[in-house]
């Protein structure tokens, strides 16, 4: 049987220079679902086709396979908790328990913000984070100890303490459904637009002249607001949208070749498709698809 990794991420305050982060970080996705808590900084949050600037004790939750990136303002220091889980590996657990609405928010409300949410209940949040963040590290970390952490005895608790997190995210979106305020600045409604058209376009062969002109936007203005909310261009988004539409394309869609993915994802060539693929994710196509089919055989050999 092939375990598959319950926690993927997580951190606790973790606490950077928003210089550094913009240099290491772009728009991405994963597979995993995502809990992030913002502690304190000065930063944008883009969603699919959303912007946030958030403020202190914001909470968003996401599916991850949607396009996100955060811009923190290189003015204040940006301190955030974040948690990436995995939802297969927690799967037997949330059967045992009969609660399967216990994953409801991340299905219903896959790129979510909360604002505005009871300090106790924050709090509970927030020490659950801590608590998965600690425990991550100390296995991660204890070559050197006296007392080991068994394999066995981190599963359990990861798993304790990732489903606890999970009920005070469920009681969250119970008691804040329509508490989820968006002013959007104008500049915000701007970058929307933009990246609206090139959701709806990546996989044609668009320029950034194509976009000014459909949008009836000036292309300096458009790629200066774009950088300056996001933190990203808009070239590096449009090439993201096609990443991850690759991504789910060969996770879903077996039957296609490497070739047919890069067409249907807006790449012109399969080489370039490959080169590119393998500088954002880590791998090739081809192996990201054979670790796919493993993870499913995993996910399937679990629920057997």
Known sequence: MIKMKICMYSSYRNECDPTQYLQKH???????????LFHSGNCNYLIHNKV????PNDILIMNGLTLHRPNPIPTEKYIRSVLNFSAEALQSVIESLKFPDILKPFHD????????????LVKKIEYSLKDIAELNETFEKQENRDILITPLVYEAKMKTYIIQLLFHIYELNQTHKCD????E??????VKRITSWIEEHFHEEITLDDISKNLNLSKY??????????????????M??????????????LNLSILEVALESGFKHSSHFSRFFLQKVGITPLEYRKRTRIATKG??????
């Open 26 to 36: 772009d728009f991405h996705s994963h597979n995993e679902f995502e809990i992030y």
């Open 52 to 55: 946030y600037h958030l403020q």
């Open 109 to 120: 409300y896959n790129h979510t913000l909360y604002r505005g949410v009871d300090t106790e």
């Open 180 to 183: 989820n305020p968006h002013v």
């Open 185 to 190: 600045s104008e500049k915000q409604q701007h």
């Open 221 to 238: 203005y458009m790629s200066h607001i774009f950088k300056e909310i996001t933190g990203g261009t808009i070239m590096k988004y449009l």
């Open 240 to 253: 993201s949208c096609r990443v991850n539409r690759a991504k789910i394309l060969l996770e879903t869609e």
């Open 299 to 304: 996910k399937l050999s679990n629920l057997k």
